[in-house]
């Protein structure tokens, strides 16, 4: 029905920028519930940051203030862009978009960012 594929994950120093990217196979121009996870080894998968009702912005209180949550519907595609990153945020990042009935959300396959001291 959907994929959803991130990329631009890698290793970045401490104090870099990043941003991440997630292109839908499918119009995002409806969708009003998405967001950016991130999980590391063992861990569980928490919410990085989210946006609700297409207006709404969730951050994780760790992030807030560092990464942004964009989107670009003329590509299908939205953003995380990580700024000031720690070596706290190295993770598997996901991303998830709400397409409603009947395709509902879907998952991307991550990507892994590496945050060196």
């Known amino acids: 029905q959907v994929h959803l594929v991130e990329s631009g994950g890698g290793l970045v120093q401490a104090g870099g920028s990043l941003r991440l990217s997630c292109a839908a196979s499918?119009?995002?121009?409806?969708?009003?519930?998405m967001g950016w996870y991130r999980q590391a080894p063992g861990k569980q998968r928490e919410l990085v940051v989210g946006?609700?009702?297409?207006?709404?912005?969730h951050y994780l209180g760790s992030v807030k203030g560092r990464f942004t949550i964009s989107r670009d519907n003329a590509n299908d595609t939205i953003y995380l862009h990580m700024n000031s990153v720690k070596p706290e945020d190295t993770a598997d990042y996901f991303c998830?978009?709400?397409?409603?009935?009947?395709?509902?959300?879907?998952w991307g396959q991550g990507t892994q960012v590496t945050v060196s001291s």
């Open positions: 946006i609700v009702g297409g207006r709404s912005t």
């Open positions: 499918r119009s995002i121009a409806s969708v009003n519930n």
């Open positions: 998830n978009l709400d397409f409603g009935p009947p395709t509902g959300s879907s």
